[in-house]
């Protein structure tokens, strides 16, 4: 997981979050968001989305090697 991934998922639960706590989310669906914050959090903290795997992504900056 890049850089750039990870930041967008921590500023996505970041709102997530203060939606949730300022009263902006109903409560059902609000803890359903909150859930998905975390997630959001956690792959973001250990660089690793299980989602990414079968599906080949990968968000990763490459080196490119020039071939002598």
């Known amino acids: 997981m ?3 991934d990870r930041m967008v998922r ?3 639960a ?3 979050t ?3 706590f300022t009263n902006n989310l109903p409560q059902s669906e609000g ?3 909150l ?3 975390g997630i959001f959090m956690f792959t973001s903290c250990i660089s690793f989305c299980p ?3 079968p599906f080949g992504l990968d968000t990763t900056k490459k080196k490119n090697k020039q071939s002598r």
């Open 2 to 4: 890049g850089l750039s």
């Open 31 to 33: 803890l359903v968001f």
């Open 14 to 16: 970041m709102i997530i």
């Open 35 to 37: 859930a998905i914050a």
């Open 51 to 53: 989602i990414y795997g």
């Open 18 to 20: 203060g939606l949730y």
């Open 10 to 12: 921590l500023v996505l």
